[in-house]
């Protein structure tokens, strides 16, 4: 699937592409079958997608938010200004599903993107795709995991070593 610089152009200024944010509560277990789901029914539109997942009220409350996406170069969609300096109106582009996960331990931008493939691959080997995107959200989480974890035990030895000195 292509699509012009010109029409990406178009769709990032008028946010003209399909958004929906699903949600995960707390202590639920997180399927991404319903994410997938919504992927499969707007993969091949001709528009721009962007599918979310907030997990425990998402990044912007301390939470996990994953999301996919099409696009054609590997940043969100909301990032207007950086994506209308990269996108040139005379070239055509291939469309390709991104993958993003955001927390605030995930990184230092709190932000990690990677390519799952184009849209037409994805759409060539469903099963394939969807394996590939859950594999590396199972990573991402199992990292955020670990940092929590570490960060929390460094804590506790920071209070035991206060704990000591009074």
């Known amino acids: 699937m292509q699509i012009s610089g010109e029409k990406i152009l178009a769709v990032i200024e ?5 958004q929906e944010a699903l949600t995960v509560a ?7 079958d319903q994410l997938f789901q919504k ?15 907030a997990v425990n009220g998402g990044v912007s409350e301390g939470g996990t938010t994953l999301t996919l996406e099409s696009n054609v170069i590997n940043l969100p969609l909301r990032y207007q ?15 390709n ?4 996960i955001e927390n605030m331990d995930v990184s230092q931008s709190h932000l990690k993107i990677a390519k ?8 060539d080997d469903l099963e394939g795709g969807q394996a590939k995107i859950s594999q590396w959200f199972d990573e991402q989480l199992a990292h955020i995991v670990e940092v929590q ?3 929390a035990a460094e804590e506790v ?9 009074a």
């Open 14 to 18: 008028a946010q003209d592409y399909y």
């Open 26 to 32: 707390d202590g639920q277990a997180i399927e991404l």
């Open 39 to 53: 992927v499969d029914e707007h993969l091949m539109d001709a528009q721009l997608m962007s599918i979310s997942l």
């Open 81 to 95: 200004n950086q994506l209308k300096k990269l996108v040139y109106v005379e070239e055509d582009y291939d469309v």
């Open 97 to 100: 599903l991104y993958m993003y």
């Open 116 to 123: 799952v493939s184009s849209i037409t691959a994805y759409s």
């Open 149 to 151: 974890k570490q960060v």
């Open 157 to 165: 030895a920071e209070k035991e070593a206060e704990n000591k000195k």
